[in-house]
């Protein structure tokens, strides 16, 4: 670009700036004026936000900023129980940040890791027959789609079990564990598949399993709550019926909207840069039809929820707009916009009040359903392995960091753990010596981000009362 453009320097700089800030707050679903965008007075020391436990950002002047996440070793009260390591994670961050985790879990006996489970399978069970039935029900149908995926790709249906299993490992190195979890009804007796031989009805193509006209030549059943061929009431036998209706597991792990904004950015996607397939490897977590379940409960929107992880809402279309633009800019301005963004998203990120305004934008009881109680998933799956027949010396616990305080209070309070050395992983960096963003850019958006979730935390504020 000639020195004579009629665009001035600090156009060109701001430009990507507001770029980046209207992804970023598409991706938070978080609405900022049009104020933001004005040049910053000098950022007030005082109104700096307070480090967080768990996620820090540091930065040397003219050289780098980065967001850092710890893994916190814990020490057990007793000889017998497992040192613990709580693992931060961020969804995307630099490939090398997956790395180094992936090399710090390589010793572990046993990896906990975070991933809500497809419906069906977070173990069925309830306290009542009804909600039994329910759960098994779910297993049925996450086992079905499984079944009609195979039949997807091969034409045919697994002999066995064993198939099936060999065929979920292809398609997410995680699909085994879930599908084991699916394969025992509520009352703890195996989930049985018989396959009577032949092809069955033509194959439908391009997932069209609504064009299966005739039964399949297999049954998926329970037995019931008896255990035993036949019955009545919560005794009968459950099958699944409706095999026809069942889709195949979703794609790949990158089809996904995470995974789309990872590489517009230049990193990497969780689910695509770590190995889940490791023997020691175990989801501890809720399923997403329990996730639903506890949020109805409370009277919350899941679909607010659902929409965004599938791209649905407003904001996630938004965004793959914006990506489309990202790429389209970076081409013009030397990677200065999604350098900017990831700028954004560190000083975002590693500001403690971030998740709590974003959870109550949600309402009343949401961060008790999305923190609290798949964090106790955690502690109940980290205890039962205290009471295994071969106890694990070493367990680490991988989990997105905005979990880790609460996590690190249930270690304490409920298992008597003492924290002990943590370590910091560069999870997102940008070099300020090779980027067209400058240090003057960074204190830019640090003042924008800090602002920005000061307004919004007054406007979620109620106002005080002659009472108060």
């Given at each position: 670009m000639p020195d004579n453009h009629p665009l001035p320097g600090r156009c060109r700089t701001v430009c990507p700036v507001a770029l980046a800030l209207a992804v970023a707050a598409a991706l938070t679903g978080s609405a900022m004026s049009a104020e933001t965008a004005k040049e910053p007075a000098p950022a007030d020391p005082s109104a700096a936000a307070v480090e967080p436990a768990y996620l820090r950002v540091v930065a040397e002047e003219d050289r780098f900023v980065a967001l850092e996440i710890a893994a916190a070793e814990f020490t057990a009260p007793e000889?017998?129980?497992?040192?613990?390591?709580?693992?931060?994670?961020?969804?995307?961050?630099?490939?090398?940040?997956?790395?180094?985790?992936?090399?710090?879990?390589?010793?572990?006996?046993?990896?906990?890791?975070?991933?809500?489970?497809?419906?069906?399978?977070?173990?069925?069970?309830?306290?009542?027959?009804?909600?039994r039935i329910e759960s098994t029900r779910a297993a049925l149908g996450f086992v079905g789609g499984l079944i009609a995926g195979f039949h997807d790709r091969h034409d045919r249906y697994p002999a066995d079990v064993e198939e099936l299993r060999a065929f979920a490992a292809t398609v997410d190195p995680r699909l085994p564990d879930f599908l084991d979890a699916a394969l025992t009804d509520a009352w703890g007796n195996p989930i049985a598949y018989a396959f009577s031989g032949g092809d069955g009805p033509a194959s439908p193509k391009d997932g069209d399993f609504g064009a299966m006209t005739a039964p399949p030549p297999y049954r998926l059943s329970s037995l019931g709550a008896d255990g035993k061929a036949g019955g009545e009431g919560p005794a009968a036998d459950i099958v699944l019926k409706d095999p026809a209706g069942i889709q195949p597991p979703a794609g790949e792990p990158g089809d996904g909207l995470q995974a789309q904004l990872a590489d517009a950015l230049g990193l990497a996607f969780q689910l695509e840069a770590l190995d889940y397939g490791g023997a020691n490897w175990r989801c501890s977590d809720m399923a997403i039809d329990q996730v639903q379940r506890e949020m109805d409960a409370r009277g919350l929107d899941f679909s607010l929820i659902e929409d965004s992880l599938t791209g649905a809402s407003l904001p996630a279309q938004l965004v793959r707009v914006l990506l489309g633009l990202l790429r389209f800019a970076d081409a013009f301005l030397d990677g200065a916009v999604s350098d900017t963004i990831k700028v954004f998203l560190i000083e975002l990120l590693g500001d403690e009040s971030t998740l709590e305004i974003g959870f109550e934008q949600f309402g009343e009881g949401f961060t008790e359903v999305i923190i609290d109680l798949r964090n106790q998933v955690v502690v109940d799956d980290l205890e039962a392995l205290m009471g295994a027949d071969l106890p694990a010396e070493s367990v680490a616990i991988l989990y997105g960091a905005g979990h880790l305080p609460d996590l690190a209070d249930r270690l304490r309070d409920q298992l008597g753990y003492e924290a002990g050395a943590t370590r910091w992983l560069r999870a997102i960096e940008v070099d300020l010596t090779t980027s067209a963003v400058s240090e003057r850019d960074v204190r830019q958006l640090r003042f924008l981000v800090r602002r920005t979730l000061r307004q919004m935390s007054r406007m979620q504020t109620p106002p005080a009362t002659d009472e108060d």
């Open positions: 000889e017998t129980w497992p040192a613990v390591t709580l693992v931060g994670v961020a969804h995307i961050a630099d490939l090398r940040y997956y790395r180094a985790i992936q090399e710090l879990l390589r010793p572990f006996d046993i990896v906990l890791y975070e991933s809500v489970k497809p419906a069906g399978t977070g173990g069925a069970g309830g306290d009542t027959e009804a909600r």
